[in-house]
């Protein structure tokens, strides 16, 4: 069983800046592809980042490009999300995803990971 546990949440101006980083448990952190998620409300859940298992490959969805970066230190069983030039409609709920099963179906769907944090929320003032 991996456990994910999501911290840094806050409220921000735009324009600034926010880290949020995710703990896991368990001994095979190396071995998972990682991701963040993000659900605003009455909006779908969106992916936002992923990262291969040992952090060679990121991949990030269209509306974070160029303004996040997603990083991993399997030693400390960490991801982290830094968030930077934030706008408004960044406010959401931000999950942290680990996928302990290859699938190789995907990377951006909710159905490609098995595993979720409970979610820290990000609110960006205007």
């Known amino acids: 069983q991996v456990q994910l546990v999501e911290s840094g949440g806050g409220l921000v101006q735009a324009g600034g800046s926010l880290r949020l980083s995710c703990a896991a448990s368990?001994?095979?952190?190396?071995?998972?592809?990682m991701g963040w998620f993000r659900q605003a409300p009455g909006k779908e859940r969106e992916f936002v980042a992923a990262?291969?298992?040992?952090?060679?490959?990121?991949y990030y969805g269209d509306s974070v490009k160029d303004r996040f970066t997603i990083s991993r230190d399997n030693a400390k069983n960490t991801v982290v999300l830094k968030m930077n030039s934030l706008k408004p409609e960044d406010t959401a709920v931000y999950y942290c995803a680990a996928e302990t099963v290859a699938t190789m179906k995907g990377i951006t769907a909710r159905d490609d990971y098995d595993y979720w944090g409970q979610g820290t929320l990000v609110t960006v003032t205007s």
């Open positions: 368990g001994r095979a952190f190396s071995s998972y592809r």
């Open positions: 990262i291969s298992r040992y952090g060679s490959s990121t």
